[in-house]
């Protein structure tokens, strides 16, 4: 079983900044994939950004210019610096790893924006 502890999330105003983390309790392997996905009330759960252990990064158009998502695989570790907050950006944010086929899913952190 893999761990997935994120943090760093809370209310900011619209156009504030925010970053999350994630903390995996395993080795990120070349091979794993990481990501952030978020849901929202009423909403389905939709992929963010995600990073590979070897560098390669994606990220949702909704997002794209504001979010950055970074790894410390010294750390074991995914970071999503996000900017230009909106309130639509409003969710829980869940730390996804995906290995082997076997995907992980972190409790989830709120972000809450306000106007």
């Known amino acids: 079983q893999v761990q997935l502890v994120e943090s760093g999330g809370g209310l900011v105003q619209a156009g504030g900044s925010l970053r999350l983390s994630c903390a995996a309790s395993?080795?990120?392997?070349?091979?794993?994939?990481m990501g952030w996905y978020r849901q929202a009330p009423g909403k389905q759960r939709e992929m963010v950004a995600f990073?590979?252990?070897?560098?390669?990064?994606g990220y949702a158009d909704f997002v794209k210019g504001r979010f950055t998502v970074s790894r410390d695989v010294t750390k074991n570790t995914i970071n999503l610096q996000m900017g230009g907050l909106i309130p639509e950006d409003t969710a829980v944010y869940y730390c996804?790893?995906?290995?082997?086929?076997?995907?992980?899913w972190g409790q989830g952190t709120q972000v809450n924006v306000s106007s």
């Open positions: 996804k790893f995906s290995q082997a086929g076997q995907h992980y």
């Open positions: 395993r080795r990120i392997l070349s091979a794993d994939v």
């Open positions: 990073i590979a252990a070897v560098g390669d990064a």
